[in-house]
Antibody, heavy 120, light 107 residues
């Protein structure tokens, strides 16, 4: 069965950095695009970032709200995907979900999420 | 950026009704549209992809359709377990956009 397990969340102060991770198993990780989606408390879903596969040059894309501050990366040898978050703002406070591309690239499998809180 | 306008924001329906949720795209998205269900405290679950295709294990009472740039999710004879929040997602452009969500309550 597909498993996506996020880790690394926590409480940080504004302008600080944090790196969250997602460990994947149960599928051929190197063949799957990977995504991060977040959800602020009591709010809707917001797509954050995505990274494509090696044949697609590991291309990355970001939401305007995080562009220049967040960096998505992957390590196919470890079946891991990461989100480096720099210059964090209070509005980045959210549950962050790792998702795997399926059915031709749609977020088909989701992790349980990791909470990131940005507060002074 | 492509905007996805989802409606209604909330609705209450009976078990005998047909429930319809819509998402209107601000421009053509070539059916790169998926639907998700989220229950309280849980991760979202994929229901529909490519606008009309049912994901594995999703009951056949769920269906998707398109008319122009408006996409619809229909639940025929919903069950109590279908309560939750539903989201659409466009993945046509390089940056993706979710709809604002629809909270469905079944009575």
């Amino acid at each position: 069965a597909v498993q996506l397990v996020e880790s690394g969340g926590g409480l940080v102060q504004p302008k600080e950095s944090l790196k969250i991770s997602c460990a994947a198993s149960g599928f051929t990780f190197s063949n799957a695009a990977m995504y991060w989606v977040r959800q602020a408390p009591g709010k809707g879903l917001e797509w954050v970032a995505r990274i494509r596969t090696k044949p697609n040059n590991y291309a990355t894309y970001y939401a305007d709200s995080v562009k220049g501050r967040f960096t998505i990366s992957r390590d196919d040898s470890k079946s891991m995907v990461y989100l480096q978050m720099d210059n964090l703002k209070t509005e980045d406070t959210a549950m962050y979900y790792c998702t795997a591309g399926d059915y031709g690239g749609y977020p088909g499998d989701w992790g349980q999420g990791v909470m990131v809180t940005v507060s002074s | 950026d492509i905007q996805m306008t989802q409606s209604p924001a909330s609705l209450s329906a009976s078990l005998e009704e047909i429930v319809t949720i819509t998402c209107k795209a601000s421009q053509g998205i070539d059916d790169y549209l998926s639907w998700y269900q989220q229950k309280p405290g849980k991760s979202p679950q994929l229901l529909i992809y490519d606008a009309t295709s049912l994901a594995d294990g999703v009951p056949s009472r769920f269906s998707g359709s398109r008319s122009g740039t408006q996409y619809s999710l229909k639940i025929s004879r919903p069950q109590v377990d279908d309560s939750g929040i539903y989201y659409c997602l466009q993945s046509y452009s390089t940056t993706w956009t979710f709809g604002g969500g629809t909270k469905l309550e079944l009575k």
